[in-house]
């Protein structure tokens, strides 16, 4: 695979999974296999970096060179992660930017990874053009937000911690609740119903967008869901942060 300066390495970091890819940023979309690694027990900050150096391993000679973009579970800013979710608490108050730039031996781009799928379909999505405001969720482990409003993001938002019947509504209606609950796509939808209510109440969104690692069964919910705002599926689907990782480094 030839270098360009179009192409560019993101790296995608979750509760469960660790995934990369090569992404050619002209057309916004993969141009290597996507490499997977399950992310460590406990996620601790030594044995998360190095299985991202690891990830980068598995990209072989073609990911040689090539700037990369990380997206993390965390608030971020100015490269400090802030908080920690589906991952140790060590993660806290830590220059995750200089480590990750550390141990990858090179400079990066760091980021909060729905953010990150926000700028994917910011980019190169269906909400690329899109006046107003679009939230983008991302359905997995946690449910990770992403506010774009009139083509910029809002970067931090968190709404997979408002509080609903006494915790973290994410612990509630995330994709990894319904596998813990062992519940029908019905009743999850159900649950997601007062979610996405409940957010159109607080922030009346122009746009819908969902994505994260169920996205690619939206038939099995999104038609039991109803919203004055249209509700769609990413484009980009679950490779989004990793889309939007690299991405940063057109910036």
Known sequence: MAQTAD????????????????VDLA???????????????GATPPDVLSTAKDLVGLLGDAAEGLPIGVCFPAIVKNGVTLSAANISDEWIGLEADK??????????????????AGLAELEFGVAKGQPGLSIVTTLGTGIGSAFLFDGKLVPNTELG???????DIEKWASASARERDDISWSEWAARLQEFYAHVEF???????????????????????????????TAQHRNNAGIIGAASLALG
Not at 12 to 17: A, E, H, L, P, R
Not at 99 to 116: G, R
């Open 202 to 232: 607080l922030f009346s969104p122009d746009l819908i967008i969902v994505g994260g690692g169920v996205s690619k069964n939206p038939d099995k919910f999104l038609p039991l869901i109803t919203s004055r705002a249209p509700i769609v």
């Open 161 to 167: 911690h408002l509080i609903w019947r006494g915790t």
């Open 99 to 116: 480590l990750f730039s550390a141990t990858l031996e090179h400079e990066i781009h760091f980021v909060n990874d729905a953010d990150a």
């Open 7 to 22: 192409h560019a390495i993101g790296i995608d970091i979750g509760g469960t999974g660790m995934k990369a890819g090569i």
């Open 27 to 41: 057309a916004g979309e993969l141009i290597s296999d996507r490499v997977r690694i399950p992310t460590p027990e």
